[in-house]
């Protein structure tokens, strides 16, 4: 099993839930406030690691089973996102996706650290998710 942070599709409701293939919510949880969060061309949430100037980020933490993570919900990522270890506002550490390191399209980011929950960035767009 592993401790996983999902703060965009995947959370309940969202259209890629069905590929936590039944894993039950731990708890909401928000991430410890040192990352950036982009909207990535209005498409899907990605967290970024900062020194300074970082935000806590909304999410729910799930215990996965590594199979599920492995065959369904990694596969089904955007190639924009690559799994990381982040940091919750308790100090535990988890599995997340993240913006991956090499990503060279930050005209296709829209930071939306100020606002940190996926949901309610897409419900301002008119766009709930």
Known sequence: MALLFLNGGGM?????????????????????????????????????EVGEGGHSVVGELYDVPLETLLHHLLPAEPAELELGVIELEDGTACLATVLRKSFGGADQLIDISEVGDWRRWCASQGNPQ
Not at 14 to 32: D, F, I, K, M, Y
């Open 12 to 48: 309940r409701g969202g259209p890629l839930h069905h590929q936590l293939q039944g894993a039950e919510p731990v708890r909401v949880a928000r991430s410890a406030p040192k990352y950036r969060y982009f909207s990535v061309g209005n498409r899907f949430p990605a967290m970024h």
